[in-house]
């Protein structure tokens, strides 16, 4: 069993910046793949990005260049930040993860508010 964590979420003006982070705890030997997705309201879930245990990074095409996701394995956590905000990358934005043998775990989702 994983546990994971999520904070960071807010309300900001556009242009500007903010940092999610999710801290697993429990079985973290397990753990693969970490990344991020989000659900604005009336829209299905989509990834925003995620990044492998050996730091392998996968970004969606309307983040690129504006995200950027990283790992402290050390800490068991994984971080997002958010740079040149929109009013389009408001959401709920989730933590996931995914173990060696492919089971996935979510957190409970943070709320990222750009105005415009």
């Known amino acids: 069993q994983v546990q994971l964590v999520e904070s960071g979420g807010g309300l900001v003006q556009a242009g500007g910046s903010l940092t999610l982070s999710c801290a697993a705890s429990?079985?973290?030997?397990?753990?693969?793949?970490m990344g991020w997705y989000r659900q604005a309201p009336g829209k299905q879930r989509e990834l925003v990005a995620s990044i492998t245990s050996r730091s392998v990074t996968n970004y969606a095409d309307s983040v690129k260049g504006r995200f950027t996701i990283s790992r402290d394995n050390a800490k068991n956590t994984v971080y997002l930040q958010m740079n040149s905000l929109k009013p389009e990358d408001t959401a709920v934005y989730y933590c996931?993860?995914?173990?060696?043998?492919?089971?996935?775990?979510w957190g409970q989702g943070t709320q990222v508010t750009v105005s415009s």
């Open positions: 429990g079985s973290l030997l397990s753990i693969n793949i």
């Open positions: 996931k993860v995914l173990t060696s043998i492919g089971t996935p775990y």
